[in-house]
């Protein structure tokens, strides 16, 4: 059975940073790209940032582009997002997401499935 838990969610101020991890179980990690999603209160899911299976490609969403790097280590089986000058809009559930097989990061849109999340908290 495929699994993906999120790690690393916390609360922070205006400007601070975290780090989200993501491990993954019952999956050929090196075979799939891998992401991050996140739902704002109120808000519907949307994609954050997409890693293509050996690292050579990434993808951003424009209102984290520059803040935010995603990265893999194929050897632990971790995917993890590094989010720099966190803003109070960044506030939400965070996912990790993995892309249907044989994609690679071409949009932020289409994922097979996701974990149960992480919640991240910004405040001003």
């Known amino acids: 059975q495929v699994q993906v838990v999120e790690s690393g969610g916390g609360s922070v101020q205006t400007g601070g940073s975290l780090r989200l991890s993501c491990t993954s179980s019952g999956l050929n990690f090196g075979a799939y790209a891998m992401g991050w999603l996140r739902q704002a209160p109120g808000k519907e899911r949307e994609g954050v940032s997409c890693?293509?299976?050996?690292?050579?490609?990434?993808t951003y969403a424009d209102p984290v582009k520059g803040r935010f790097t995603i990265s893999r280590d194929g050897v632990k089986n971790i995917v993890y997002l590094q989010m720099n000058s966190l803003k109070p809009e960044d506030t939400g559930f965070y996912y990790c997401?993995?892309?249907?097989?044989?994609?690679?990061?071409?949009?932020?849109?289409?994922?097979?499935?996701w974990g149960r999340g992480t919640q991240v908290t910004v405040s001003s």
């Open positions: 890693i293509t299976p050996g690292a050579l490609r990434t």
């Open positions: 997401a993995i892309k249907p097989f044989g994609q690679a990061c071409g949009n932020l849109y289409e994922w097979q499935s």
